[in-house]
């Protein structure tokens, strides 16, 4: 099972917001809405931030959404702060009870 | 408090093996599937295994199916992964983390497997 593409770095301004996609194919994101994001500070434990392409655990800023169109899922972040600055990956079910991840994304707030 | 503490990492040759543990406090333990997820040295995420809250259904990801084994031991609140014939690419940070297998809510701290001769 092949890793999700993602961007390796985006950027963005405090206020300002910013869009990770996470392309994956008819097999996984594509497939099912079932579709996750992480979010992972360095040297730190990743964190639930979406999940089923758009939901937001409780505690999660109302700053994130989550979106999906044919085989891309998107996870956008407005209001950018500075606490956003970290990496970021998608995750898909793979169908046959595995799942797949992304690459992930650095995302720089500048 | 939700809580996940793994152990039992560290320094093993290549063919060698290793047994790591998940301790959990915070919920219902027998009630929750379990993952392991881990973090080769700069790369990002890959989900290795998953098991049910029985136990009775096992999952893996085929860069290490017939070499490693989950289970869990859901009367000491214990997942566990049994790690052998590793290799110097099963170098990574090994994460435990609840939920399904794409959508892990709560994740532990992570112990390090380095294998290297």
């Known amino acids: 099972q092949s890793a999700l593409t993602q961007p390796r770095s985006v950027s963005g301004s405090p206020g300002q917001s910013v869009t990770i996609s996470c392309t994956g194919t008819t097999s996984d994101v594509g497939a099912y809405d079932y579709v996750s994001w992480y979010q992972q500070h360095p040297g730190k434990a990743p964190k639930l931030m979406i999940y089923d392409v758009s939901k937001r655990p409780s505690g999660v800023p109302d700053r994130f959404s989550g979106s999906k169109s044919g085989n891309t899922a998107s996870l956008t972040i407005s209001g950018l702060q500075g606490d956003d600055e970290a990496d970021y990956y998608c995750?898909?079910?793979?169908?046959?009870?595995?799942?797949?991840f992304g690459g992930g994304t650095k995302l720089t707030v500048l | 408090e939700v809580q996940l503490v793994e152990s039992g990492g560290g320094l093993v040759q290549p063919g060698g093996s290793l047994r790591l543990s998940c301790a959990v406090s915070g919920f219902t333990f027998s009630s929750y599937s379990m993952n392991w997820v881990r973090q080769a040295p700069g790369e990002g995420l890959e989900w290795i295994s998953y098991?049910?809250?029985?136990?009775?259904?096992?999952y893996y990801a085929d860069s290490v199916k017939g070499r490693f084994t989950i289970s869990r031991d859901n009367a000491k609140n214990s997942l566990y992964l049994q790690m052998n014939s590793l290799r110097d690419e099963d170098t990574a940070v090994y994460y435990c983390a609840r939920g399904s297998y794409h959508t892990l809510d709560y994740w532990g701290q992570g112990t390090l497997v380095t294998v290297s001769s």
């Open positions: 995750c898909s079910y793979a169908g046959s009870l595995r799942a797949v």
């Open positions: 098991t049910s809250g029985s136990g009775s259904l096992i």
